[in-house]
């Protein structure tokens, strides 16, 4: 089945630094990615939508010069929060549209602690 | 998407049946029902998905009801590995929009 690798899986970064998450389409090509924040206790949030080699589209209330999202590949999007908080510490989630109706396929997660 | 409504929580003993049910009083007729669960400290996964037609698969069965209102995820024989947060998901049929999550349900088991 269709695959989504996601790393790293968990990271621990000082306030102030910016951390990068790859996600990638292993056995099939992904034109467009979703990345997902998850708060402890809480469902997914749509952070925004990433399409190869276009800007991504971004939820509302989402700092788009905070989490900058790369599609530069059919397999790849990247993830980076820059100049990290704690309270961006959080589970971010990509995700990968299948062939319709079949639904999506995830990353495993990222653990994002930021001290 | 339309809105769905889920139980907070469920219960079951092991190896027990297990029967997760999702309101959509607001389907269209061309939203799939899809479920998806995620395990602690993982992604979602696909579990299961249909229009109108009841569904089996080896992971579940989808029981969707005549007027499409409501569906029902069935897991035959609930084990420890089946603990996790349980979404009932509409999907419309086309288009490359995002999966809406709500709250689901969160389904503990006895052992």
């Known amino acids: 089945g269709a695959v989504v690798s996601q790393h790293p899986s968990w990271v621990i970064c000082k306030s102030g630094t910016s951390v990068k998450i790859e996600c990638r389409s292993l056995d099939f090509q992904a034109t467009t990615m979703f990345w997902y924040r998850q708060f402890p206790k809480q469902s997914l949030m749509l952070m925004a939508t990433?399409?190869?080699?276009?800007?991504?589209?971004?939820e509302q209330g989402v700092e788009k010069d905070k989490f900058l999202i790369n599609h530069a590949s059919l397999t790849l999007s990247t993830l980076t929060v820059t100049s990290a908080h704690p309270e961006d510490s959080s589970f971010y989630i990509c995700?990968?549209?299948?062939?319709?109706?079949?639904?999506?396929?995830f990353g495993s997660g990222t653990r994002l602690t930021v001290v | 998407d339309a809105k769905t409504t889920q139980p907070n929580s469920m219960e079951s003993n092991e190896e027990e049946p297990v029967h997760l049910p999702c309101n959509h009083s607001?389907?269209?007729?061309?939203?799939?029902i899809h479920w998806y669960r995620q395990l602690p400290s993982q992604g979602p996964e696909y579990v299961i998905h249909g229009l109108t037609s009841n569904v089996n698969n080896r992971m579940a069965s989808l029981a969707i009801a005549e007027d499409r209102k409501s569906s029902t995820l069935i897991l035959h024989r609930a084990t420890l590995r089946d603990a996790a947060v349980y979404y009932c998901i509409l999907r419309f049929t086309s288009g490359n929009t995002p999966l809406v999550f709500g709250k689901g349900t969160r389904l503990s088991v006895i052992a």
């Open positions: 990433s399409n190869e080699g276009s800007k991504a589209t971004y």
């Open positions: 995700s990968a549209s299948m062939r319709q109706p079949y639904g999506y396929t």
């Open positions: 607001t389907i269209s007729g061309t939203d799939y």
